[in-house]
């Protein structure tokens, strides 16, 4: 089935340690996005990218880097986790970046927490 | 700024209609989408309006006026699997998404 793959489903971790979310798309999407999403709170876009090889910063990408080396992936990194990171993340794609008709296709999303 | 608003949560019959409604504040406007998120589970598309009116689409309508900040999404013949949290998002000029902290829809016998 096409879609969006993220890996890992949950993950537990400890405070300071890195780690990276990792998505995948086979539908050749040209744009990619990471969200957070906490409970109360909107979803919060944390970095995208419109097209293979750029990327840019959203709503609140302190902590966390990415990058789009090619069309299909595009991998989010926690370089030194904190307890405020905890939340689940979606990885989002669509086909274009600046249509007012881009839909957007998530992953199943990731679990994380952080102790 | 931007603004976006809907109830955080509402409660309706199966079988009835139910309407959830998002009032918005942005200085800039490229559309309206609502996504329908099942708990645990990935959001997935529903609807898109960018021009006043209703939009019908199956069970499911939804309605835009860009004068009154104010969009509605209108569920009818409501079935259990219609629970889930509905998530209202605003597309502003630069073409981001503003997200609703959605509206947990939960349907009773």
């Known amino acids: 089935t096409a879609g969006i793959t993220q890996a890992p489903t949950s993950q537990i971790l400890a405070a300071g340690r890195s780690m990276t979310l990792r998505c995948t798309q086979d539908?050749?999407?040209?744009?990619m996005y990471w969200y957070r999403q906490d409970l109360g709170l909107g979803l919060r876009l944390i970095h995208y990218?419109?097209?293979?090889?750029?990327?840019g910063k959203g709503e609140v990408p302190d902590g966390y880097s990415v990058s789009r080396a090619n069309t299909d992936d595009f991998p989010l990194t926690l370089a030194s986790a904190v307890p405020s990171q905890t939340s689940v993340y979606f990885c989002?794609?669509?086909?274009?970046?600046?249509?007012?008709?881009?839909?957007?296709?998530f992953g199943a999303g990731s679990r994380l927490t952080v102790l | 700024g931007q603004n976006i608003d809907q109830p955080t949560e509402m409660t309706a019959t199966e079988g009835a209609i139910v309407q959830i409604n998002c009032t918005y504040q942005?200085?800039?406007?490229?559309?309206l989408f609502w996504y329908q998120q099942h708990a645990g589970e990935a959001p997935t598309f529903l609807s898109y309006n960018v021009l006043d009116g209703l939009e019908e689409k199956g069970r499911f309508s939804s309605f835009l006026s860009r004068s009154k900040g104010y969009s509605y999404l209108l569920l009818k013949e409501l079935q259990m699997k219609d629970s889930a949290s509905y998530l209202c998002?605003?597309?502003?000029?630069?073409?981001?998404?503003?997200w609703g902290a959605g509206t947990k829809l939960i349907i009773k016998p």
């Open positions: 998002a605003l597309m502003d000029s630069n073409y981001q998404l503003i």
């Open positions: 989002a794609s669509s086909e274009g970046s600046r249509s007012g008709a881009n839909v957007l296709t």
């Open positions: 942005t200085s800039g406007f490229n559309g």
């Open positions: 990218s419109n097209t293979a090889g750029t990327t």
């Open positions: 539908m050749r999407h040209n744009a």
